[in-house]
């Protein structure tokens, strides 16, 4: 069983959808929860970041972490065709920054 | 742009050869670290360099070696290239971003053993 487990889709959507894209973890001691887009081509973006459980919420863009189910959720309000990529979910433990990567879900948001 | 750079884009090798992949960071972002994402994979952690000195590794053999030079540039080598290495090479750049350090990845080299 991997560390950090994604579905990698894809998951095609209609444009104005709301996009729920998951993760699951085995490592309890995972405390940095982050989500990455990766547009084709290019290197991850960090979209959000969230320490330890709760919500986080940045314009359309809004982080859930649920560490007793070991569980993170990236949620896309009023998705755009803009928003097609690959989202990659990644967790780290306290000290070094050095996360792992879960395998990443591609979305495609059609007009 | 993240002000990560990477040479060269693209880069075919064969089976046995020797590579370098360099990257450049903005200045005052001391930690530097390099990844290898295979198609349809998330990026795995090959080691991160602080002031010029590895300071962690991933799952990957000696073969894989790196440097960091003062000017905030770095380097990947892999030597015997092997099929499997085919992959984008992704360097990252960390910095403190308000109470929270960052990753700033770099564009990425990509890698085609043959």
């Known amino acids: 069983q991997k560390e950090v487990e994604q579905d990698p889709g894809p998951l095609s959507v209609p444009e104005g959808a709301i996009v729920s894209l998951n993760c699951t973890y085995s490592?309890?001691?995972?405390?940095?929860f982050m989500w990455y887009r990766q547009y084709s081509r290019k290197g991850p973006e960090l979209l959000m970041y969230?320490?330890?459980?709760g919500n986080k919420e940045d314009g359309r863009f809004t982080a859930q972490v649920d560490k007793s189910s070991k569980y993170i959720s990236l949620f896309i309000r009023d998705s755009q065709p803009s928003d097609s990529a690959t989202y990659l979910c990644a967790m780290s433990s306290g000290g070094s920054y050095i996360p792992t990567f879960g395998r990443g879900t591609s979305l495609i948001v059609h007009p | 742009e993240t002000g990560v750079t990477q040479s060269p884009t693209h880069l075919i090798k064969t089976r046995g050869q020797q590579v370098t992949l360099r990257c450049s960071s903005q200045s005052g972002h001391n930690t530097v670290s390099w990844y290898q994402q295979a198609l349809g994979q998330g990026p795995q952690f090959i080691f991160q360099?602080?002031?010029?000195?590895?300071?962690g590794r991933g799952n990957f053999p000696p073969r894989f070696s790196g440097l960091q030079f003062p000017n905030y540039s770095s380097e990947l080598n892999v030597n015997a290239l092997e099929l499997d290495d085919s992959a984008l090479y992704l360097c990252?750049?960390?910095?403190?971003?308000?109470?929270?350090?960052?990753?700033?990845f770099g564009p990425g080299t990509r890698l085609l053993v043959l």
């Open positions: 490592n309890s001691a995972f405390q940095y």
């Open positions: 360099y602080y002031r010029e000195e590895e300071n």
């Open positions: 969230t320490y330890s459980s």
């Open positions: 990252a750049s960390t910095a403190q971003r308000g109470a929270q350090e960052t990753q700033y």
